[in-house]
Nanobody
Framework: QMQLVESGGGLVQAGGSLRLSCAAS????????MGWFRQAPGKERELVAGITSGGSTNYADSVKGRFTISRDNAKIRAYLQMNSLKPEDTAVYYC?????????????????????WGQGTQVTVSS
C-alpha cells in the first residue's frame, strides 16, 4: 500500500512558476513508476509527465520544454517543476504511482494503469 500527498499548488500569474511535490509512504518507492496527471473542469484526466523507476521520462506535448519531472528516492518524493505557466495549465494536479510496467521501459500514459493516487492540488494560472 502506498499513500501519496501533493503540495505546492496555488495561484500564479501567467509566465510564473510553481513546484509541485509528492510525498510518498512506503519503503519501496524506488520500484514505482510515478506520474503527474491533471484534470480541468469538464475534461478528462491527462498525463502531464511521468518518470519510470529507471528514470525514463515522458511529457505531454503541451508541457514539453516548460515542465520537468524528477524524483528523489532517498527522500521518497516526486516533483513537478512548472515554468512559463499558461492559463490553460489551470487544473487539479494529481500524483500517481504504479508498479505496472509499460512496454520497452516507457512511461505508462493511461490513468487506468496507476494504482495509487494523491488527493490532488489546485493550480490556477491567471492571465
Amino acid at each position: 500500500q502506498m499513500q501519496l500527498v501533493e503540495s505546492g499548488g496555488g495561484l500564479v500569474q501567467a509566465g510564473g512558476s510553481l513546484r509541485l511535490s509528492c510525498a510518498a509512504s512506503g519503503r519501496t518507492f524506488s520500484a514505482y513508476d510515478m506520474g503527474w496527471f491533471r484534470q480541468a473542469p469538464g475534461k478528462e484526466r491527462e498525463l502531464v509527465a511521468g518518470i519510470t523507476s529507471g528514470g525514463s521520462t515522458n511529457y505531454a506535448d503541451s508541457v514539453k520544454g516548460r515542465f520537468t519531472i524528477s524524483r528523489d528516492n532517498a527522500k521518497i518524493r516526486a516533483y513537478l517543476q512548472m515554468n512559463s505557466l499558461k492559463p490553460e495549465d489551470t487544473a487539479v494536479y494529481y500524483c500517481a504511482a504504479t508498479t505496472r510496467r509499460a512496454r520497452f521501459g516507457r512511461v505508462n500514459q493511461a490513468a487506468s494503469q496507476y494504482d495509487y493516487w494523491g488527493q490532488g492540488t489546485q493550480v490556477t494560472v491567471s492571465s
